[in-house]
Each structure stands twice: as C-alpha cells, then as structure tokens.
C-alpha cells in the first residue's frame, strides 16, 4: 500500500479553473509492481475539455499582463514546494509508473528545475527596434504569448514532461492544460496541487485526467481557442494530431519517436563507454525516447565492451522501485513487456546470442530481466522499433565512414551517442550524425538550458533553452512614424 506523509498529494481528481473536478465516470491507476490500485481517477470527457480550454481562456488576460517578474515570483513558490514535498513525489511516480526511487526523485528534481529555469528566462524576452531606410520611422518587433496551450504528455516521465512544457508556457505568459497519460495521472494532479498552493491563479494550469485519449485530443487539438498544441508520444500518434491541428492552424510542438544509436570507437575509454551506455540504455528501464537502441561498437574493442556490459546489467536488481537496492522496476504494462518478448525472440531466431537476461520471470508486474543480445542480424527488428525495454543489442563495425551510415539509416533523428577521445574525431563524425541531439562522451543529453528536439519523424521544435521559450510566443511587428 502506497504511504505518503502527505495524503493530500494523492489527488484522485481532475484540476480545472483552479478547482478540484469530480467525474461520474472513472478509471483505475495501478502499482506496476503490485497491480494494486492506487486510486480511481475522474475520467474527464470532451465537454469537460472544452470547459477547461474556457477556463484557460478566460484566465489568459489577466495571467500575460502579469510582468515576466510577478509570474517568476509565483513560479519559483511552485518550484520551491515541488523540491520540499520531492519523496512523496517520488514514492507516488514509482507506484504509477514503476521505475525506482532514485530515478524518480532525480525525475522530480529534474522536472522542477524547468520551472526554477523558465521562471528566470522569462524575464529575458528581448525585441528589437530595426532602423529603416525612411527618416523618422522604426520597425518595432516585439515578443508575445501564443495564448492558450494544450499538451499530451506520456508515461515514461510523468512530472519532467509536463514540467517541460508547461514552465515555458506559463513563463511566456500562455495559460496551460495539460492531458496526461491515464496509466499516470497522478503525478499531474499532485503538480496541479502544488500550483495551487503556490498561488497560480486559477484557469492558468489545468490537468485534464482522462482515459478517453482520442476523444479529449480531438478538443484540444481542434478548439479554436487553443493557439499551441504539445505533444510528446509516438511518431504515428503525433502525426494524427498534428493532421488535426491544420483545422485551427495551430503552431505546433511534437517530440516523437527514436531510434538511437551508441557508437564506441577503438579509442574510446571503454570504463567510461560503459557507464554512459547504463545511462543512455537503462534510464527509466529503457522505456524513454532517448534510449540507446543500436550499440555499434568498433570490433578492435567489441569482446571488452560486451563483456563489462554484460556484467553491469547482469548486477541490477530487479524488484518493487519503492523496496531499497532495487535499480530495474517492472514495465509499464503488459502490451509493453509483450514487445520486447517478441523483439528479442525475433532477434535470438535470427542469430543473436544472449549474454544475460532474455527471459521474463514469472509473477505480478511486468518485469523484464536487464539483456544483453550480440550478433545482432541486421535484419532484426529491433534494430528499426523502438524497444522500449532493458535491452541492448551489439553490433560491430570497423570504419568511421561505415557506422556513420549505418547510424543514419533511420527515419527517426532524435539522438545519438559516441565515445572516443580524439576530439576532432567526435566533432567530424557529430556533424554528420542526423539528429537533433549528440552525446558526445556522455550518455545523458538531457538540461533545462539545452534545446531538446529531434529531426526527420522525430519531431518538431525545441523543449528547453531560449529555444523552447520562444515555441510559446508569436513575434509582433509595429511600424512607427513620428
């Protein structure tokens, strides 16, 4: 049974026009490890959408005359009361989604620092005054928010994606509503609890809790008074949505699928190549976009790394994220475990060798065991679907201009990772990697001040650094005469 020394951040409500709002109908939110159910969620529907979407709306005004200082004012309390309540934000994310506690308390930490960092970066929208070739008249350029702004945000990092998105948003001077996952509503009610005791006014950030996904998106990326739509999710449901958004012609954000490789070069540390390929692999079990799917390891060094890799994934211990020791909690459901069943018996049917793990044990939860494949085909499916689970697949190569092709041969471009210590090596070869986002010695990419953002099918547009400031705001020009 989930405890929390706050009770109060156990919101089984959704949070609309700054009250909580009941539903008669409802939907059940897990334990992943358990199958317990934490609590039963107010399944929100497309009139209560529309009314949120008013709400916000109405409250936009009054929340853009702010000056960027009174908002950083009231977004810093928010900031503030996330860090003092972070374990009971934790222990609540590890029941409904499942990764352990040291991942989620650096998620919650990680998820605050977008609203400690969007809150300074919006004092710091700049214009411009141009000079033209006519005396006495200037072009004025100024910054303004877009208004109102939906997202959709997944269940691999239920507080960070919505922290991500919404800080910017309210920072620019846009009023929100965020449609979470329903396998993980609860950490967006307990962040819209939090807003609340901050003084956000009410209408300014919203939580539509729903398990009627296309009904709701159909609202938010349709309704005429939503300027902004946000999406973080698949390549193929956000390509539906963004089809939805050219009604309203609305501007859009969508951070999609991935498919990233890991490149480990002869020259590489190999000690340190495998402490960023835990990070870069085992993050949130695997289950994130940014996961290193492909390992290409140069064949000089293939056998060392294969073999230091097998040993630390063979140590995680895998269990209940909120029971001590535990680094590998279960997945999130069972349709997400099936698929990594089917993709490494795909691969092991086609010549893949494990090394460790490959078999899921039996019991509650959907636990996969850390794996291992080398040989990989490439002919294996896992090697173009995302595998969204605890498994890495090795391949070796043996020239710089071969992986970088081989790297490339994707239609998804969000990240890619490399190790060698020639830097003129890692700079050549990261510039010609087609993707948004390199780790370049590192196997975490992630920073509130770095624009985060895929290219090719995985999406549109930044999250983070000035860059994700400015998806909320639309430029205005005024021509002056005087």
């Keep these: 049974m989930l405890k929390l020394k706050d009770e109060t951040l156990l919101r089984p409500d959704a949070y609309v026009d700054g009250a909580w709002t009941a539903s008669p109908s409802r939907f059940a939110v897990t334990d992943k490890a358990t199958g317990e159910t934490i609590a039963q969620v107010a399944d929100l529907d497309a009139a209560a959408t529309q009314r949120a979407v008013e709400a916000a709306a109405a409250a936009g005004p009054a929340w853009r005359t702010k000056t960027a200082k009174e908002r950083a004012g009231l977004m ?37 620092a977008f609203i400690e960092w969007f809150a300074e970066e919006g004092k710091r929208v700049y214009g411009d ?16 928010p877009v208004g109102v702004v939906a997202a959709i945000t997944p269940w691999n990092f239920p507080n960070a994606m919505i922290t991500r998105k919404a800080a910017p948003a ?28 901050a003084g956000i006014p009410k209408g ?18 349709t309704h005429p008074l939503v300027r902004k739509f946000s999406f973080t999710g698949s390549t ?34 190999i000690d340190s ?34 073999k230091k890799l097998t040993a630390k994934m063979a140590g995680l211990k895998m269990g209940n994220g909120l029971d001590d020791g535990v680094a590998l909690g279960p997945l999130v459901n069972k349709d997400g475990r099936d698929k990594v069943i089917e993709l490494v018996d795909d ?11 490959g078999k899921a044990p039996d019991g509650p939860g959907y636990f996969y065991p850390a794996t291992v494949l080398s040989n ?90 000035h860059e994700g400031l400015m998806e909320f705001m639309e430029t205005q020009y005024i021509s002056v005469t005087w």
Excluded at 129 to 144: N, Q, S
Excluded at 209 to 221: F, I, P, R
Excluded at 275 to 303: L, P, S, W
């Design 76 to 112: 810093r309390k928010w900031f503030e009361l996330i860090l003092a309540n972070q374990e009971d934000l934790a222990r609540l994310m590890t029941a409904e989604q499942g990764k352990p506690l040291a991942e989620t308390r650096g998620e919650v930490a990680y998820g605050a």
């Design 129 to 144: 005054v141009i000079p033209t070739f006519a005396a006495g008249k200037r072009i004025l350029v100024l910054k303004e």
């Design 170 to 197: 309210l920072a620019a001077g846009c009023t929100f509503i965020i449609k979470p996952a329903a396998e993980t509503p609860l950490s967006a009610t307990a962040l819209a609890e939090l807003a609340h005791r």
């Design 204 to 221: 300014v950030f919203n939580v539509v809790t729903s398990d009627k996904a296309a009904e709701v998106g159909k609202v938010l990326t």
């Design 236 to 269: 193929e449901i956000g390509a539906l949505l963004m089809a939805q958004c050219t009604s309203t012609i609305k501007k859009v954000s969508l951070e999609l699928g991935g498919n990233a490789p890991f490149i480990v070069f002869d020259d590489a540390d």
């Design 273 to 306: 190549a495998i402490d960023g390929a835990m990070i870069a692999k085992m993050r949130n079990m695997g289950e994130a976009c940014t996961a290193a799917n492909r390992f290409y390891v140069h064949e000089k060094v293939q056998d060392e790394f294969a």
């Design 347 to 357: 691969a092991v049917k086609k010549g893949a060798k494990i090394l460790t793990g």
């Design 376 to 465: 990989v085909s490439d002919d294996a499916k896992m090697l173009n679907d995302e595998i969204f689970g605890p498994v890495a697949s090795l391949q070796s190569f043996k020239s710089e201009d071969e992986v970088i092709t081989r790297a490339n041969n994707t239609e998804y471009g969000l990240v890619a990772y490399l190790y060698t210590k020639d830097l003129s090596r890692g700079m050549r070869v990261s510039e010609k990697l087609d993707f948004g986002m390199i780790g370049l010695n590192r196997g975490l990419v992630s920073d509130p001040a770095a624009p985060f953002g895929g290219v090719k099918q995985s999406g549109l547009g930044r999250e983070g650094a």
